[in-house]
């Protein structure tokens, strides 16, 4: 069964504290992406990768960052933690090619306090 | 601006009717796919349509690709309370950024 795992489900953090989000993926696949959900909004690309110690911005990444330094494991960086990062945080993964199926991570709620 | 328009942002109908939801784009994209989502879960994909034109069947759902590659539609016949759920639709743009819509929250009611 494929599997994308994200550290925590839920997540409470003040103002300023840095914080990090990890996402481990058993599926041996190239991409990986990090979307937030807002109601409304739907999902909305941060960064992703393409590859291990590749990234890529996506659609908002400012207050954001990456790190892949291993193949399974996509972490997302908040370097100084704002409530408006106040989300529902979503990991995927899937293999390279146009139209492979993203697997998705239960989603972590953060909130920012 | 979100790249990617879905229509209805919300719909709440009654069992057994039909309904269609759609997806726009000013943009061509190689493939477009939809998803669905739970509360508390993530996306799960439904279908990939991938030829312009293209009509792919899941049971009650029906999905159709524009001829031009830059629109789709999602059409459930005789739509049932376990359909209920947010419905999301998707494309790649380059070679690897995957772009979602705003999503349909859709609530059937029994």
């Known amino acids: 069964d494929v599997k994308v795992t994200q550290s925590s489900r839920y997540l409470v953090k003040r103002t300023g504290e840095k914080v990090f989000l990890e996402c481990v993926q058993d599926?041996?696949?190239?991409?990986m992406f990090w979307y937030r959900q807002d109601p409304g909004l739907g999902l909305r690309l941060i960064y992703f990768?393409?590859?291990?110690?590749?990234?890529e911005k996506g659609d908002i990444p400012e207050g954001y960052s990456v790190s892949r330094e291993k193949k399974e494991r996509f972490s997302l960086i908040l370097e100084s933690a704002s409530t408006n990062q106040t989300s529902m945080y979503l990991c995927?993964?899937?293999?390279?090619?146009?139209?492979?199926?993203?697997?998705f991570g239960q989603g972590t709620r953060l909130t920012v306090v | 601006t979100q790249l990617l328009e879905q229509s209805p942002q919300f719909l709440s109908i009654q069992e057994g009717e039909n309904l269609t939801v759609y997806c726009n784009s000013s943009?061509?994209?190689?493939?477009l796919q939809w998803y669905r989502q739970e509360p508390g879960e993530g996306p799960v994909l439904l279908v990939t349509?991938?030829?312009?034109?293209e009509v792919k069947k899941l049971k009650r759902l029906t999905f159709q690709f524009g001829d031009a590659r830059k629109d789709s539609s999602l059409h459930i016949t005789a739509a049932q309370p376990g359909d209920t759920g947010l419905y999301l639709c998707?494309?790649?743009?380059?070679?690897?950024?995957?772009?979602f819509g705003q999503g349909t929250r859709l609530t059937i009611n029994p």
């Open positions: 599926m041996d696949h190239e991409n």
């Open positions: 995927a993964s899937s293999f390279r090619g146009a139209g492979t199926e993203a697997f």
């Open positions: 990768s393409y590859d291990v110690k590749m990234k």
């Open positions: 998707a494309g790649i743009q380059g070679a690897q950024k995957l772009v």
């Open positions: 943009s061509v994209f190689s493939s």
């Open positions: 349509v991938v030829t312009g034109g």
